[in-house]
């Protein structure tokens, strides 16, 4: 009788677990109720994220987070407007960039009591890195080369996500399997990506990446040149 008992309260921990895990599991991959009226290709996809490498004005400052806990504190924040990028981090200057003059500022900080900064053109600064695929600093290749990252590619919908329309797309590699997955949120106006989540140890760890996005705030001020009085240049031909 004992061991009866015994072999029943293993059986209900057991059972309790596996509830506990498929509610977690479930949590975690709920991307809200979407509606499938208007699917899209991959081809139609990647061109409307080809949209959103143009599109002119716009703020956005990523967080991440693993599960629900956040990955870092520091706040890195992007200012993008006519080609212009200015990417500060925790109120200081990081870099800046001009594509329409061919110019790259980074600000390298202090040593030896002295402030550097580099100047460059984006081809020496970047090199062969520079991705084909990519909305300030957030590449998509993942999507867009099929042949390269072997890709499945899955139209989930469309919703509401912070007031704009939204598509979610998701991307697995062929040879793995489709709970180690990569989701994208897209606004379905500007191509602009509003959202990355990824997937991995069997679809039970997720690095949510929200951009947090602003569209049309940034000012001409927001990206002006670095001053650079005080500091050595290093210039890279």
């Known amino acids: 009788m004992e061991r009866r008992k015994i072999f029943k309260i293993i059986g209900i921990i057991i059972l309790s677990l596996v509830l506990i895990a498929l509610i977690y599991f479930t949590i975690i991959h709920f991307n809200g109720f979407l509606k499938k009226d208007n ?7 990647v061109a409307l994220l080809k949209k959103g490498e143009e599109y002119s004005n716009y703020y ?3 967080e991440e987070y693993i ?16 080609g ?4 500060i981090n925790n109120g200081k200057v990081l870099r800046w960039e001009n594509y329409n003059t061919d110019e790259v500022i980074s ?3 202090k040593n030896d009591g002295k402030m550097y900064a580099g100047v460059s053109s984006l081809k020496n600064y970047y090199g062969d890195e520079t991705a084909l695929y990519s909305q300030s600093s957030l590449d998509y290749s993942i999507i867009a080369d099929e042949k390269i990252f072997n890709t499945d590619f899955e139209y989930l919908g469309e919703k509401q996500y912070n007031g ?22 897209i606004d379905k106006d500007t191509g602009l990506i509003m959202r990355r989540i990824d997937y991995s140890a069997m679809g039970l760890i997720k690095l949510d990446c929200n951009r947090n996005v602003k569209l049309d705030v940034v000012t001409d001020k927001d990206v002006e040149r ?3 009085d ?3 240049i290093l210039k890279s031909e």
């Open 107 to 109: 600000i390298m900080g």
């Open 67 to 82: 599960v629900f806990k956040k990955v870092n504190e520091m706040k890195t924040e992007y200012y993008i407007k006519d």
């Open 39 to 45: 699917v899209m290709t991959r081809e139609e996809v």
């Open 84 to 87: 212009i990028i200015k990417c």
């Open 230 to 232: 005080g500091y050595e």
């Open 60 to 62: 956005y400052s990523p």
């Open 226 to 228: 670095p001053n650079l």
């Open 164 to 185: 704009r329309s939204i598509i979610l797309v998701q991307v697995w590699n062929k040879d793995n399997i489709k709970v180690n997955s990569t989701i994208f949120y």
